[in-house]
């Protein structure tokens, strides 16, 4: 889950005014916690995952299952025992779970209430708290509804995928979706809409994703549909391409769930370290836990969620992919602002930075005059090539000695396969990295052999000195490889033969 800062947000117009203010002040925000938590050392492990789940409700009369919208209804209820606690002045209150709206209203995130610690003992915890969290959501759902951890649910844009019923708006609302209808998106906080209006505003069309088709004997060939029944005015008919499954709104994506966990590392040399040596391993990970092969209601010839949601979220003008020369724009852009890593951070790794690193050069300059060296600088000089999409008129003007809501609002809105995250301000946690592919499971134990399995590697990568890197054009192939069909069985993926010379 990204910032979750409240109050009034600003139009894209708007927004779009702030653009330089919030990037100026994001950095100066970065420059100030560098500055004052560089030398932070020793802290121990700490870590935790993260579970979207989805709320699917079941008419078992009419055989038919449908993502619930309950989400609104029961999160109140979920985070009610860490309200209390705020309120009675207990900012870490000692509490099983914690819970978090997400994207769509058919959705909760929920966290171990407290971090894991490094003891076998911790490891043999999580698999425990992840059913207790499940028994907690379910125990608020009526008869008939079911919380499940599953990465996509087929039949998300179908006609009639939602209960209650709701329908989509095309010509407009929030997404103008042919499929997706604004009703499903999380109404209680103002940071999804936000997202989501804005990023159709700023690239100028709808979400934009072509997932190829996995196509049988009894598939027409060429697999082509007819959108015109559905209100479409010419968009969808010339963005859709033959064999593919087309879908326009950023719920097809966002409305995905996932496993993520995050670490406390010793200090800010070995963060990096352990972002970059993870970083290789992204796709291999994507492609073990691949669980996403059907998107409305169609087999995909690749079979997780990332290709979908990398699109869904990509908000890249016409100008900045490429189609038309640059004039109102800054930057050419290769990819969308949720990806795979375009650089390795620590200075160790500098050499495996094979391909071109797009960044804003005046910040850079900042940054690098500040003292920050340049492996890093140019990592969040490359996350400020972005626009903010989302801005709070209450947020717009920050101190930046004490707060970083410009900067979290950049860092956490570059949804990357990793990301490197500073230590809160005036906060006991350290420096940390997040390790973001995997796909959500079924089970709670499949959830928690993969969340300990990624801690357990960081404990090998660091005792053993294991060197992992390889050239990050190799990883960007990697990524493609994995997101095929059975890739984990009959893909090839580029790994460094000697593991053992050190960096």
Request: net charge negative; proline share 6%; with cysteine.
């Amino acid at each position: 889950m990204g910032l979750l800062t409240e109050g009034t947000p600003l139009s894209w117009e708007e927004t779009k005014k702030y653009a330089d203010h919030v990037r100026r002040h994001g950095i100066r925000q970065f420059i100030a916690l560098h500055d004052g938590l560089k030398d932070r050392k020793n802290d121990g492990l700490k870590w935790g995952e993260e579970i979207e789940y989805i709320l699917v409700h079941f008419d078992d009369a009419n055989r038919r299952a449908r993502v619930a919208l309950r989400a609104v209804d029961i999160l109140p209820k979920l985070m009610q025992a860490e309200k209390e606690a705020a309120m009675n002045g207990d900012e870490h209150p000692s509490l099983p779970s914690l819970w978090r709206p997400e994207y769509a209203a058919y959705m909760v995130e929920g966290t171990p209430g407290q971090p894991y610690g490094s003891e076998p003992s911790d490891w043999s915890e999580v698999e425990a708290n992840m059913r207790a969290r499940r028994k907690e959501v379910q125990a608020l759902l009526p008869e008939g509804e079911a919380v499940l951890s599953i990465s996509a649910f087929p039949r998300t844009g179908c006609s009639d995928f939602t209960f209650p019923p709701s329908v989509p708006t095309p010509k407009d609302g929030i997404s103008r979706s042919l499929w997706f209808p604004d009703a499903a998106i999380f109404p209680d906080h103002p940071r999804f809409s936000t997202l989501n209006r804005n990023a159709v505003r700023r690239s100028g069309q709808r979400a934009l994703i072509n997932l190829p088709l996995f196509k049988d004997e009894r598939t027409p060939s060429p697999f082509h549909e007819d959108f015109s029944a559905l209100g479409d005015e010419g968009e969808a008919k010339a963005a859709a391409k033959d064999d593919h499954i087309y879908m326009d709104a950023m719920g097809f994506g966002t409305g995905c769930c996932c496993l993520q966990v995050t670490f406390q590392a010793s200090d800010l040399e070995e963060a990096r370290l352990l972002y970059d040596e993870l970083l290789v391993l992204c796709p291999l990970m994507l492609s073990l836990t691949s669980a996403a092969p059907i998107f409305r209601g169609m087999l995909s010839d690749h079979d997780c969620r990332w290709e979908v949601i990398s699109c869904a979220s990509d908000d890249r003008t016409a100008e900045e992919k490429g189609l038309q020369p640059l004039k109102n724009d800054r930057y050419r852009i290769p990819k969308s602002r949720y990806d795979s890593v375009d650089c390795y951070i620590s200075p160790l790794s500098e050499q495996y930075n094979d391909t071109e690193l797009l960044v804003d050069e005046d910040l850079l300059k900042v940054m690098l005059d500040a003292g920050i060296d340049r492996q890093l600088a140019r990592h969040v000089a490359h996350l400020f090539i972005r626009d903010p999409l989302s801005l709070f008129a209450e947020q717009v003007n920050q101190d930046d000695e004490h707060g970083t809501d410009h900067f979290e609002n950049l860092q956490s809105t570059n949804w990357q396969t990793m990301r490197f995250k500073p230590p809160p301000p005036n906060s006991s946690i350290g420096w940390r990295v997040e390790f973001r592919p995997m796909e959500t499971q079924l089970t709670d134990f499949e959830n928690a052999a993969f969340s300990v399995f990624i801690v357990l590697l960081t404990r090998v990568i660091l005792t053993y000195k294991l060197n992992l890197l390889i050239p990050l054009s190799k990883v960007d192939e990697n990524m493609q490889q994995a997101m095929k069909r059975d890739s984990a069985k009959e893909g090839r993926f580029y790994f460094r033969k000697d593991i053992l010379t050190g960096l």
